[in-house]
């Protein structure tokens, strides 16, 4: 990518403006905003470039051997785009490496397949890699005694002492007081007499006197006046 005349001094005002930070003029402002505008168009325009030479590079490989020339003019000229080539390419020139051409091209795109593979792995190292601990943030240290032993510790020190006293004894805690007895539940209360419907009868009611039974009559004589 070349930059004309104009843009050069659009880029170094730019600059300046970034290393001595000063009120910006809205024509060095709108100045700005056209280079990024450029500078965004023509990278979209490499990218669709990049595209169209890489699929013509996978026809005229396909057809090798008959396409050499024309393969290995434009493999160079898509490798100028950026291009990084594959395992495809590099078999391709090891089929080639007969032609001067062809092994000139197979040593370049052998280094840049390596950078490529170094990069990789730098990155995917970077992102493994555990996050180190910033220099302010101190070491945690456990308490002796735990959580309570500092809170014991920080009630009875009023020296400016800190941590609890090593030959101090841990305080007893006082006896859990006995539940109160429960209270035996009263008696069901007795159930009430019947109210009688009508009075209870008398003995002299329910066994009635017998009445006495008459003396025989006179007019019946004594079997013993009879035989005398």
Do not use: W
Not at 18 to 46: F, I, K, N, T, W
Request: proline share 14%; glycine share 8%; charged share 25%.
């Amino acid at each position: 990518m070349a930059f004309g005349v104009e843009e050069l001094r659009v880029l170094r005002r730019a600059l300046a403006l970034a290393l001595h930070p000063s009120p910006a003029s809205a024509e060095d402002v709108q100045d700005c905003l056209r280079l990024a505008e450029s500078l965004d168009e023509a990278m979209r325009e490499g990218a669709r470039l990049r595209a169209f030479l890489v699929a013509d590079l996978a026809r005229y490989r396909a057809a090798l051997p008959g396409t050499t020339v024309g393969y290995l003019a434009l493999l160079e000229e898509t490798l100028g785009t950026g291009y990084r080539p594959g395992p495809d390419d590099l078999a391709a020139l090891r089929a080639l490496r007969g032609n001067p051409v062809a092994a000139a091209l197979l040593g370049r795109c052998q280094t840049l397949a390596e950078q490529d593979v170094r990069a990789r792995l730098a990155r995917a190292t970077a992102r493994t890699a555990a996050p180190a601990v910033p220099a302010s943030r101190t070491r945690l240290t456990a308490l002796p005694g735990g959580l309570s032993g500092a809170l014991d510790g920080a009630g009875t020190d009023s020296g400016g002492e800190s941590g609890p006293d090593p030959e101090r004894k841990p305080e007893k805690k006082p006896a859990e007081k006995p539940a109160p007895p429960r209270p035996a539940p009263a008696p069901a209360p007795a159930p009430a007499d019947p109210k009688p419907g009508r009075p209870i009868p008398t003995p002299g009611e329910v066994f009635p006197r017998r009445r006495p039974t008459p003396p025989p009559t006179s007019a019946t004589p004594s079997p013993q006046l009879a035989a005398g």
